[in-house]
């Protein structure tokens, strides 16, 4: 009785980490459509702040590990609190995408590009490096978490919890790095898909 108490009081306190990480991200879809009415470009501070969590940092999170055998109550809640790991991998996730999206979705006046920019006062071409500049940085803090949390003795976090972020950002890369879109030319993945799955590399 009191573990089936236990649960219960588990199963509430994650539908409401769910439910407030849910709330979060409405807010901030909310901001960015203020923005858009508004046609105002933020700075590019600013415009992460709100970005980080409309790219997912705690609603995406909050509804994987919500489902995983591996995912404990401990693992759950560090992965909610936007750990460094995690961070930097919806950086990742929002800078690549923003990158690519810019000419599809040129009525959007709030994207990185164009506030660094206005900020900066610079080119197009100077706001890429600076941007791409920082997803090097986002990998090179992944790679240093990862070296932490996967080597460290004192280190309770089951690994396919921390690896959920990594694969994230690999998944994005993938996706829409060096000026390619698989969002919408799927065909870009296939030899990707391929070499994984149908023809994959023996061990």
């Known amino acids: 009785?009191?573990?089936?108490?236990?649960?219960?009081?588990?199963?509430?306190?994650?539908?409401?980490?769910?439910?407030?990480?849910?709330?979060?991200?409405?807010?901030?879809?909310?901001?960015?459509?203020?923005?858009?009415?508004?046609?105002?470009?933020?700075?590019?501070?600013?415009?992460?702040?709100?970005?980080?969590?409309?790219?997912?940092?705690?609603?995406?999170?909050?509804?994987?590990?919500?489902?995983?055998?591996d995912a404990t109550e401990d693992a759950f809640h560090w992965a909610c609190s936007v750990p460094k790991i995690g961070e930097a991998s919806v950086i990742i996730t929002r800078l690549l995408n923003d990158s690519i999206c810019e000419k599809y979705e040129q009525h959007q006046s709030a994207k990185a590009i164009k506030c660094c920019m206005k900020e900066m006062k610079i080119t197009e071409e100077e706001?890429?490096?600076?941007?791409?500049?920082?997803?090097?940085?986002?990998?090179?803090?992944?790679?240093?978490?990862?070296?932490?949390?996967?080597?460290?003795?004192?280190?309770?976090?089951?690994?396919?919890?921390?690896?959920?972020?990594?694969?994230?950002?690999r998944a994005v890369d993938i996706s829409v790095h060096n000026d390619r879109n698989a969002y919408i030319h799927s065909h870009i993945t296939k030899p990707t898909v391929s070499s994984l799955f149908v023809h994959p590399m023996s061990t």
């Not at 991200?25 to 590019?44: D, F, M, N, Q």
Request: aromatic share 8%; glycine share 4%.
């Open 1 to 69: 009785m009191v573990f089936m108490f236990s649960m219960l009081l588990t199963e509430i306190e994650i539908s409401a980490t769910l439910s407030d990480s849910f709330k979060k991200l409405s807010r901030a879809y909310l901001v960015e459509a203020k923005w858009i009415c508004e046609g105002h470009v933020p700075t590019v501070e600013e415009y992460m702040d709100v970005a980080i969590t409309t790219a997912g940092s705690s609603f995406i999170p909050a509804v994987l590990f919500a489902g995983m055998e």
């Open 127 to 169: 706001a890429k490096a600076i941007l791409e500049n920082q997803v090097e940085n986002a990998w090179k803090d992944i790679n240093q978490e990862l070296l932490l949390l996967l080597g460290g003795q004192s280190n309770s976090l089951p690994e396919p919890v921390i690896m959920c972020f990594v694969n994230l950002a």
